[in-house]
């Protein structure tokens, strides 16, 4: 078996290599199995390591050393590849995929945890052929996430505060995108909306918490389509969507349980891909059930119900 650390050294404002480099040592100084720290050049670097080592190697457990944008491109390289697994090891302050544990969320922080932790499949969404192991989206979140980028970039702004320039600025652009919606069988809609989202787990965006019990492996999504409001009834709407409580909405909030969404737009427009944007003018979201590994760390309790019985 071999062990691949993929260091993002720009995630997070800042270079983790060198604490990551010497956790990693210090784990196997007494183990026998083979390890590498590889540190990323450049955007997608990762899944072409992944996939060049996946090729070599009988055993592959993949550790995404960043936030999660780093998580995503190694799920990437992993999808669909049964001698790898991969799981998130954040070297930041915060990473959307591990909230979705609650209290159990730093178990992804601990090495010894995650060298002795056991491979359970979940779920991926395949959005036009890029893997969301997450949360994907369509409307004002998207464009509010894309652009925090660029608003955190200016003198005295940063972190928290470009959420919120970036919020400030897309209300008063437009909060709604005509489109055309499609969820599976069960519901067609075309018109104005705010947002489509499609959720394999619970949180995004910084605090963004629309599913309180998705989990990413039941081969469900859970999928939400917000349709037009205005600048009074905004706050009230993104507000109940962003805590999970939609269903006090119902009149503006759809939810449903399916595997498939399409969304046509009039124009090209920003798609959210676990933090990560797609520019397109047609989108579908389609959940491929059991589609990476997941490498769990051995505290974790989330999946006891599916985790192997040790003989």
């Known amino acids: 078996?071999?062990?691949?650390?993929?260091?993002?050294?720009?995630?997070?404002?800042?270079?983790?290599?060198?604490?990551?480099?010497?956790?990693?040592?210090?784990?196997?100084?007494?183990?026998?199995?083979?390890?590498?720290?590889?540190?990323?050049?450049?955007?997608?670097?990762?899944?072409?390591?992944?996939?060049?080592?996946?090729?070599?190697?009988?055993?592959?457990?993949?550790?995404?050393?960043?936030?999660?944008?780093?998580?995503?491109?190694?799920?990437?390289?992993?999808?669909?590849?049964?001698?790898?697994?991969?799981?998130?090891?954040?070297?930041?302050?915060?990473?959307?995929?591990?909230?979705?544990?609650?209290?159990?969320?730093d178990a992804f922080r601990d090495l010894d945890a995650l060298l002795r932790g056991w491979e359970h499949s979940i779920d991926l969404i395949d959005c036009n052929g890029r893997w969301c192991d997450n949360i994907a989206s369509v409307g004002i979140d998207a464009r509010i996430g894309c652009d925090v980028h660029k608003y955190s970039k200016l003198p005295l702004i940063g972190g928290a505060a470009g959420y919120v320039v970036s919020l400030v600025v897309n209300f008063f652009k437009g909060l709604c995108s005509q489109m055309r919606i499609r969820v599976g069988d069960e519901y067609r809609a075309e018109g104005r909306h705010t947002l489509v989202c499609a959720c394999?787990?619970?949180?995004?965006?910084?605090?963004?918490?629309?599913?309180?019990?998705?989990?990413?492996?039941?081969?469900?999504?859970?999928?939400?389509?917000?349709?037009?409001v205005n600048l009074l009834q905004a706050a009230g709407a993104i507000g109940k969507y962003s805590s999970g409580r939609s269903d006090e909405l119902p009149e503006l909030i759809r939810h449903f349980r399916g595997t498939e969404v399409e969304i046509t737009l009039d124009k090209p427009d920003v798609v959210n891909i676990d933090g990560e944007a797609m520019v397109t003018d047609r989108v579908v979201f389609r959940l491929v059930p059991g589609a990476a590994k997941l490498l769990v760390p051995a505290t974790l309790h989330f999946f006891d119900d599916r985790r192997p019985v040790e003989t």
């Open 1 to 105: 078996m071999k062990h691949l650390f993929i260091v993002n050294p720009i995630a997070g404002g800042r270079d983790a290599t060198g604490e990551v480099r010497a956790k990693v040592e210090a784990a196997f100084a007494d183990r026998a199995d083979e390890f590498e720290v590889y540190v990323t050049k450049a955007p997608m670097d990762a899944p072409e390591k992944i996939r060049a080592e996946a090729e070599r190697c009988d055993h592959l457990r993949v550790y995404a050393c960043g936030g999660d944008g780093t998580f995503n491109e190694c799920v990437c390289g992993a999808a669909l590849r049964e001698n790898v697994a991969v799981c998130p090891f954040p070297t930041g302050t915060g990473n959307d995929f591990c909230r979705m544990f609650g209290e159990e969320k």
């Open 200 to 228: 394999n787990g619970r949180f995004y965006g910084g605090g963004f918490n629309p599913s309180l019990d998705a989990r990413p492996d039941d081969g469900e999504l859970d999928i939400f389509v917000v349709d037009k």
